[in-house]
C-alpha cells in the first residue's frame, strides 16, 4: 500500500487523485453496507439451519446429487460476491461437502433468477435454458470431480 500511495503521488496531478479518491470513497459507501448486510443475513440463515440437520441431509458428503443440488441452489441464489465465500464457508461448517460447496462456488456467479431472466428475454427462452443447463451441468460435474479428489 505505500508503495501504491508513492507512486500515485509522483505520477498523478492532484486533481487526478482527488478524483481518485473520490470514486474509491463512492465504492467504499455502496460495497461495506451491502458486506455487512450480507455476512449478518449469512450468521442468521447459518443459526437456523444449525437447529436443523437440512445441510447434511442433502448437501453432506461428496456426490453427483450433492453437487447437482448445490449447483441449483447457487444458480437460483442471487449473491453479493462477497457474502457468497462467507455463506458457503457456514455451509461447510454446518456439514456441506467440498465438491457441493464448489458447485454451488461455480453456479453462483455464472447464474442467478435475474439473470436468467435477462438471459431468456435477450437471447430467447430455448438459449436461456441451454445456458442454464450448461452451467448447472458443469458446475456438478466439476463438484463431483472434485469431490472425489479431495476425499
Same mark, same amino acid.
Given at each position: ?5 508513492? #507512486?500515485?503521488?509522483?505520477s498523478?496531478?492532484?486533481? &487526478?487523485?482527488?478524483?481518485w ?6 465504492? %467504499? ?5 451491502? /458486506?455487512? %448486510?450480507?455476512v ?8 437456523v439451519?444449525?437447529? +436443523?440437520?437440512? %445441510? ?7 456426490g ?11 444458480a437460483?441464489? #442471487?449473491f ?8 458457503? &464457508?457456514? /455451509?461447510?461448517? =454446518? ?6 460447496a ?7 456467479p455464472? /447464474? ?9 428475454? =435477450?437471447?430467447?427462452?430455448k438459449?436461456?435454458?441451454? #445456458? ?7 458446475? +456438478?460435474?466439476?463438484? +463431483?470431480?472434485?469431490?472425489? %479428489?479431495?476425499?
Amino acid at each position: 500500500m505505500f508503495i501504491t500511495v508513492i #507512486y500515485a503521488l509522483k505520477s498523478f496531478e492532484k486533481e &487526478d487523485l482527488k478524483y481518485w479518491m473520490m470514486e474509491t470513497w463512492f465504492f %467504499v459507501k455502496q460495497i461495506v453496507p451491502l /458486506l455487512l %448486510v450480507g455476512v449478518f443475513i449469512v450468521g442468521v440463515v447459518g443459526e437456523v439451519l444449525k437447529a +436443523t440437520n437440512i %445441510v447434511e441431509t442433502y448437501l453432506g458428503g461428496e456426490g453427483v446429487r450433492q453437487s447437482f443440488i448445490a449447483a441449483i441452489i447457487g444458480a437460483l441464489s #442471487y449473491f453479493a460476491t462477497m457474502t457468497e465465500a462467507p455463506f458457503v &464457508d457456514t /455451509l461447510m461448517k =454446518l456439514g456441506m461437502g467440498k465438491g457441493p460447496a464448489l458447485a454451488l462456488l461455480l453456479a453462483g456467479p455464472g /447464474l442467478s433468477l435475474p439473470n436468467m431472466l435477462a438471459i431468456g428475454r =435477450l437471447f430467447g427462452v430455448k438459449r436461456a435454458v441451454l #445456458y442454464i443447463m450448461t452451467i448447472v451441468m458443469l458446475s +456438478t460435474l466439476a463438484g +463431483t470431480i472434485y469431490g472425489e %479428489v479431495a476425499t
